[in-house]
Nanobody
Framework: VQLQASGGGLVQPGGSLRLSCATS????????IAWFRQVPGKEREGISC????????????SVKDRFTISAENARHNTENTVYLQMNSLKPEDTAVYYC??????????????????WGQGTLVTVSS
């Protein structure tokens, strides 16, 4: 199982970025993909997740209506990409963003779950 996050960068407040999480080594049929972010000195925050099996997505209140998670519709492939479209970015969105995956038990909160597989982070800086 491998994940690689990319797409971070510097953006002005109000701008947009799209992060990508390239996955390999497993099919998305039953796995959940999540995005987290972390500011140095603060706890890691779960912000969005998608259950590939039913394509349901979930968001933390801090990003709801601004961020959108999506997955390529290639659930039987062992290489896929999950995206996090981030709009109306704010300075408080500045953080290192990580993608993570695991097989979650039915009914588990995918925003707060302790995932077993992580990609490296990509830095997002929102500043004028």
């Amino acid at each position: 199982v491998q994940l690689q996050a990319s797409g971070g960068g510097l953006v002005q407040p109000g701008g947009s970025l799209r992060l990508s999480c390239a996955t390999s080594g497993f099919t998305l049929n039953y796995w959940t993909i999540a995005w987290f972010r972390q500011v140095p000195g603060k706890e890691r925050e779960g912000i969005s997740c998608i259950n590939s099996g039913d394509a349901r997505s979930y968001y933390a209140d801090s990003v709801k209506d601004r961020f959108t998670i999506s997955a390529e519709n290639a659930r039987h492939n062992t290489e896929n990409t999950v995206y996090l479209q981030m709009n109306s970015l704010k300075p408080e969105d500045t953080a290192v963003y990580y993608c993570a995956t695991d097989l979650l038990p039915y009914g588990t909160n995918c925003i707060t779950y302790d995932y077993g597989y992580w990609g490296q982070g990509t830095l997002v800086t929102v500043s004028s």
